[in-house]
């Protein structure tokens, strides 16, 4: 069993920044790949970015070279740094992660991105 919480949205105006936090309930190196979803209203949920438990980084390409994931394995925590917000970045954000078989999603935090 895996609990997975995220915070740290908000409203932003355009060029600003956030940063998300996935606060999990087990050790994020026994998760094999930790991930960062957003869905957008009327629109399907998308993938945004993901690290895996070796480290290692991928995002979609709207994203990249704006947006940093990042993990603390101290604390069981998995960030997203979202510089350089566009309006189309406004969406609930959600983590998820596969445990032993089993996917686990985070509640989603807002974010909205408007002048």
């Known amino acids: 069993q895996v609990q997975l919480v995220e915070s740290g949205g908000g409203l932003v105006q355009p060029g600003e920044s956030l940063r998300l936090s996935c606060a999990a309930s087990?050790?994020?190196?026994?998760?094999?790949?930790i991930y960062w979803y957003r869905q957008a209203p009327g629109k399907q949920r998308d993938l945004v970015a993901l690290?895996?438990?070796?480290?290692?980084?991928e995002y979609v390409a709207s994203v990249k070279g704006r947006f940093t994931i990042s993990r603390d394995v101290a604390t069981n925590t998995v960030y997203l740094q979202m510089n350089s917000l566009k309006p189309e970045d406004t969406a609930v954000y959600y983590c998820?992660?596969?445990?032993?078989?089993?996917?686990?999603w985070g509640q989603g935090t807002q974010v909205t991105v408007s002048s």
């Open positions: 087990e050790s994020i190196t026994s998760i094999p790949i």
């Open positions: 998820f992660a596969t445990f032993r078989r089993q996917n686990y």
């Open positions: 690290i895996s438990n070796m480290g290692s980084t």
